[in-house]
């Protein structure tokens, strides 16, 4: 589990810069920068999606996708913090994991 530092303030999981997922998934298979990843838990405040919190968590597992960064292990990130920022995001794609280190 990794503590997570989210201000992406647009997502519905998202409470008080924490995640409410408690599984998220980072996107970017081909990624060389954090510019190319995403969060792909995302979900937009008032698209029909609900929370799935019972309370936000500082730590959650991170499933992740970019096979190209550092902290990869097997499509599980091994970072002891990750930060996701896309503070106005309305897309996914406008997230990103700003922990990723290219290989």
């Known amino acids: 589990m990794a503590v997570l530092e989210c201000n ?3 997502c519905v999981h998202n409470e008080d810069d924490k995640c409410c997922k ?4 980072v996107d970017g298979f081909d990624a060389k ?3 190319s990843t995403c969060c792909d838990s995302f979900d937009k405040r008032g698209c029909g999606c609900t929370n799935e919190c019972k ?4 730590k959650v597992d991170i499933e992740c ?4 960064c550092v902290y990869n292990d097997n499509e ?3 970072a002891t913090v990750v930060g996701v920022v896309g503070h106005t995001a ?5 997230t990103e994991c700003a922990t990723f280190k290219c290989r």
């Open 55 to 58: 309370c936000p968590d500082k």
């Open 22 to 25: 408690g599984t998220i998934l």
């Open 8 to 10: 992406v303030v647009t």
């Open 33 to 35: 920068r954090s510019a």
């Open 90 to 94: 309305d897309t996914r794609e406008q």
């Open 65 to 68: 996708k970019a096979v190209n």
């Open 76 to 78: 599980i990130c091994k």
